[in-house]
């Protein structure tokens, strides 16, 4: 079992950057590959990054790359989700997510255990 807590949302402004942590407990948290997903309203669920065991391969969303940067600290057993020039459109609760299988792992259904999201919200 595995939990995942994710923190830093919050409003800001088009433009801007914010930084989403997702801490896990557990000693095998090296062994999970690991996903960031987002969900507007009225929307489906969807990736945005992953990234795998060691940090070395990463995979993101069209919408969101050259803008976001996943990456983690398996000493910390925390993956971070760095969002830079933020756009309205980015606006969604962000859910961190872990599994067992090898990266790259891009659909929802390849993920075995969720963190219970954090709200972000980005202003024109």
């Known amino acids: 079992q595995v939990q995942l807590v994710e923190s830093g949302g919050a409003l800001v402004q088009a433009g801007g950057s914010l930084r989403l942590s997702c801490a896990a407990s557990?000693?095998?948290?090296?062994?999970?590959?690991m996903g960031w997903f987002r969900q507007a309203p009225g929307m489906e669920r969807e990736f945005v990054a992953a990234?795998?065991?060691?940090?070395?391969?990463?995979n993101y969303a069209d919408s969101v790359k050259g803008r976001f940067t996943i990456s983690r600290d398996n000493a910390k057993n925390t993956v971070y989700l760095q969002m830079n020039s933020l756009k309205p459109e980015d606006t969604a609760i962000y859910y961190c997510?872990?599994?067992?299988?090898?990266?790259?792992?891009?659909?929802?259904?390849?993920?075995?255990?969720w963190g219970q999201g954090t709200q972000v919200t980005v202003s024109s």
């Open positions: 557990g000693r095998t948290f090296s062994s999970y590959t």
């Open positions: 997510a872990s599994t067992g299988r090898p990266f790259p792992v891009l659909a929802l259904m390849g993920y075995d255990y």
């Open positions: 990234i795998s065991r060691t940090g070395l391969y990463t």
